[in-house]
């Protein structure tokens, strides 16, 4: 069994899509069984998807574009419990 270490370093890598079936397979079992580490995942991938949307935008930077991005993260700590 992976340890919540081994696991957030490996999603927060993206090492996971390159891992081989039996790690993936691992990774998967620990996010069934780990509340943190799910919480972890799921605030990488709203911030992924906050940044997305950011890049697509024409107009360039603006202070609310950073206000925004600085929610995201402050969503994605208070998940984390950070």
């Known amino acids: 069994m992976l340890r919540c270490r081994?696991?957030?370093?490996?999603?927060?890598?993206?090492?996971v899509a390159t891992a081989?079936?039996?790690?993936?397979l691992a990774v998967r079992l620990h996010l069934a069984m780990c509340e943190n580490?799910?919480?972890y995942a799921r605030s990488l991938r709203q911030l992924a998807h906050a940044a997305r949307a950011l890049a697509a935008r024409d107009a360039p930077a603006k202070s609310a574009?950073?206000?925004e991005i600085a929610r995201a993260v402050r969503r994605a700590a208070e998940t984390w419990g950070a």
């Open 6 to 15: 081994d696991v957030v370093q490996l999603i927060g890598t993206d090492a």
């Open 20 to 24: 081989p079936w039996h790690r993936r």
């Open 37 to 39: 580490c799910t919480a």
């Open 65 to 67: 574009d950073a206000d």
